[in-house]
């Protein structure tokens, strides 16, 4: 999982980096381990910033002062599989975006994970001859579109050509991607894979001087409304957006019969106050605590034995509240949560994982004991934590 955002000023003499900056911490919940800012400044020159950590770790002020340019594009990651460097040793190198220097001077931010990544490597490197530095299909995923694009052998590209260049990806790559991209003195561009399994958004705000618009894509909604971003809306599944100096250009390329966006992002991953594909992503989780209260119904029919409905914070208090509403039964916060304790399932290493949820949480007895609680959780992902989780309940008294 990982918070990719581009932005692209009207006016080339304003920097767009402090707004980057911004969306990397309005997106901060999507990925803790590293974070990276690229900006195009003047005759397509490029400037850079990325490393390992949070962003109030990465940038820094003298950093963020070397970032030039009205346009750039910037990426929020935890690293997820264990191709990447999960085992709490991270390499600068991994973290994005990346960046190819031909053809045109290509950068790309890429939430999602290719799934044929060891059959792309091998046509890079036997067929493109393309050079791969990292293990991270993100890398895999830019150089598929740079050799698309370097097949036109133009000294000068258009919008055609990159929608030909695109669609050659989507016939190349399988998995979840949702990308943006950037070209050298060109501009931005943002695409989702057919199937929509990860989010894009895209908007634009009247530009200050009332001379043109700002343009920005970003994984989720907020990022958009909180910059005052209007005219939101989804990059469809399969569909490139190309937005240059002087035109916005958008085509689906690939229509899929079925859309099957992760419900991970609704359970999870976004923020409640995003809205994805339409559909409101806290009106999701109260709907999921609806059926979640019929499941618990089925399964304990007459015997329903619960005395209060506790939530593991922070995510799941609104499916909890749904849920006690639906099924007559007090809500209570039973959990403190240390709000400097990063998100345990994002951190690297199991053994981190379970430790740090004792520190992140603490159980209150007088909400517990000598009860019959009913957790609600939303992130049993790898399932430890709750193990640990209803441990604690336990320690302070909670009778089941």
């Known amino acids: 999982m990982c918070g990719i955002s581009a932005l692209l000023l009207a006016d080339s003499s304003q920097a767009a980096v402090s707004e980057l ?95 044929n990544d060891s059959e792309l490597r091998h046509f890079l490197d036997y067929d493109a001859h393309r050079h791969i530095n990292t293990d991270s299909d993100s890398e895999l995923l830019l150089n598929i579109f740079a050799n698309n694009l370097q097949k036109t052998g133009k000294f000068r590209i258009n919008e055609q050509d990159i929608f030909s260049a695109a669609a050659g990806l989507y016939g190349e790559c399988r998995g979840a991607y949702a990308v943006a991209a950037m070209l050298a003195g060109f501009g931005i561009i943002g695409f989702r894979d057919p199937h929509g399994i990860r989010p894009l958004v895209f908007g634009r705000r009247r530009a200050a001087g009332g001379c043109g618009y700002d343009y920005m894509f970003a994984s989720e909604s907020v990022v958009l409304d909180a910059l005052d971003f209007g005219d939101i809306e989804d990059v469809q599944p399969g569909e490139v957006v190309i937005v240059s100096r002087t035109a916005v250009t958008r085509r689906r390329l690939v229509v899929e019969a079925q859309i099957t966006p992760c419900i991970f992002e609704y359970v999870y991953f976004a923020r409640p106050d995003s809205t994805i594909d339409g559909i409101p992503v806290y009106g999701a989780r109260l709907d999921m605590g609806v059926k979640l209260a019929h499941r ?78 009913l957790l609600v959780d939303d992130s049993i992902v790898r399932g430890t934590t709750s193990q640990e989780i209803i441990q604690m309940a336990r320690d302070v008294g909670a009778k089941k």
């Open 21 to 115: 900056l911004e969306s990397l911490g309005l997106l901060q919940h999507r990925g803790q381990d590293a974070a990276g800012i690229v900006t195009c400044g003047h005759k397509g020159r490029l400037f850079q910033c990325k490393g390992n950590g949070m962003v109030r770790d990465v940038f820094t002020p003298q950093r963020l002062m070397a970032l030039a340019g009205s346009m750039g594009v910037a990426h929020g990651e935890y690293d997820e599989y264990v191709r990447y460097p999960t085992a709490g040793t991270p390499a600068d190198s991994e973290a994005q975006p990346f960046y190819v220097n031909s053809p045109y001077g290509i950068v790309m931010a890429h939430n999602g994970n290719l799934t």
């Open 296 to 373: 618990v119904r089925q399964a304990l029919g007459g015997a329903m034995d619960i005395d209060v409905v506790i939530p593991v914070p922070d995510t799941s208090r609104a499916a909890a509240l749904q849920l006690s509403h639906e099924l007559g039964l007090p809500y209570r916060e039973g959990f403190n949560k240390n709000r400097y304790v990063g998100r345990t399932f994002i951190m690297p290493g199991q053994e981190m994982r379970r430790k740090n949820v004792r520190r992140k949480l603490n159980a209150m007895p007088t909400e517990f004991k000598g009860l019959n609680v």
